[in-house]
């Protein structure tokens, strides 16, 4: 997880494949590319992930 949406960001924190993370929007930053806003449950580390490394059931709001 990053502070923002993007590497450039520092990182906030780690999540894995058992947490379960409660995402609040998205962000496209490339073509193809986006980052969710969102709240790792287990850890409570609020941050940004890219869309290839989190699940999404369901539709998910712009930021």
């Known amino acids: 997880m990053r502070t923002g949406p ?3 960001y520092p990182v906030a924190g780690l999540g ?3 947490h379960r993370v409660t995402v609040h929007c998205a962000r ?3 073509p193809q590319m ?3 806003h ?3 449950g287990t ?3 609020r941050g940004w992930s890219e ?3 989190v699940y999404v059931e369901g539709s998910v709001p712009p930021c």
């Open 6 to 8: 993007g590497t450039a």
């Open 34 to 36: 986006v980052w969710y």
């Open 16 to 18: 894995y494949r058992s």
């Open 51 to 53: 869309q290839s490394v």
């Open 38 to 40: 969102l709240t790792n």
């Open 43 to 45: 850890t409570g580390v």
């Open 28 to 30: 496209p930053v490339a």
